[in-house]
Antibody, heavy 120, light 106 residues
Framework: EVQLVESGGGLVKPGGSLRLSCAAS????????MNWVRQAPGKGLEWVSC????????YYADSVKGRFTISRDNAKSSVYLQMNSLRAEDTAVYYC?????????????WGQGTLVTVSS | AIQMTQSPSSLSASVGDRVTITCRAS??????LDWYQQKPGDAPKLLIY???ILQGGVPSRFSGSGSGTDFTLTITSLQPEDFATYYC?????????FGQGTKVEI
């Protein structure tokens, strides 16, 4: 069974940093592109970033470019999101999501999310 | 970035109704269009990918159609467990973009 478990969320002050982790299990992790998607309280879904299997292709939403860094460790079946210079508008549930197949083509499995609150 | 315009933003329906949700892309996205269902407190769940292919385990009352820039999610005979928020997603080009969501309420 595919499982994605996010961790690392919490309360942080504006300008602060946080590192999210997503631990994957139940599938061969290394070939799959992985995504981070977020959802502000009461709002819709916003794609944040993705990283391909061998780190060759990395993309970011304009709203986080230059502040967030995605990375992965295939040996640990994990993907990470380093978030710096956090702003109130980054407050959201952050989901880790796997692409449907190793070639890409949109997320299929999602974790349950981890809440990030940016507030003084 | 490709804009995804989803409508309506909400709708009221009854059990047994036929429901249609539309999504329009600001440019052609081939068949790179998925639909997700999200219930309060839960992660999104993939319903349909590549316009019309049902994800495993999804009931056949869900269907998708469309081409180019205009796409539709249809739920025939709405069931109590279908009351949720639905999102379209284009994965044709990065950044991926979602529609604003459609809340299906009683």
């Amino acid at each position: 069974e595919v499982q994605l478990v996010e961790s690392g969320g919490g309360l942080v002050k504006p300008g602060g940093s946080l590192r999210l982790s997503c631990a994957a299990s139940g599938f061969a992790f290394s070939p799959y592109t992985m995504n981070w998607v977020r959802q502000a309280p009461g709002k819709g879904l916003e794609w944040v970033s993705c990283i391909s299997s061998s780190n060759i292709n990395i993309y970011y939403a304009d709203s986080v470019k230059g502040r967030f860094t995605i990375s992965r460790d295939n040996a640990k079946s994990s993907v990470y999101l380093q978030m710096n210079s956090l702003r109130a508008e980054d407050t959201a549930v952050y989901y880790c999501a796997r692409e449907r197949d190793p070639g890409g083509n949109g997320p299929d499995y999602w974790g349950q999310g981890t809440l990030v609150t940016v507030s003084s | 970035a490709i804009q995804m315009t989803q409508s309506p933003s909400s709708l009221s329906a009854s059990v047994g109704d036929r429901v249609t949700i539309t999504c329009r892309a600001s440019q052609g996205i081939r068949n790179d269009l998925d639909w997700y269902q999200q219930k309060p407190g839960d992660a999104p769940k993939l319903l349909i990918y590549d316009i019309s292919i049902l994800q495993g385990g999804v009931p056949s009352r869900f269907s998708g159609s469309g081409s180019g820039t205009d796409f539709t999610l249809t739920i025939t005979s709405l069931q109590p467990e279908d009351f949720a928020t639905y999102y379209c997603l284009q994965h044709y080009i990065y950044p991926y973009t979602f529609g604003q969501g459609t809340k299906v309420e009683i």
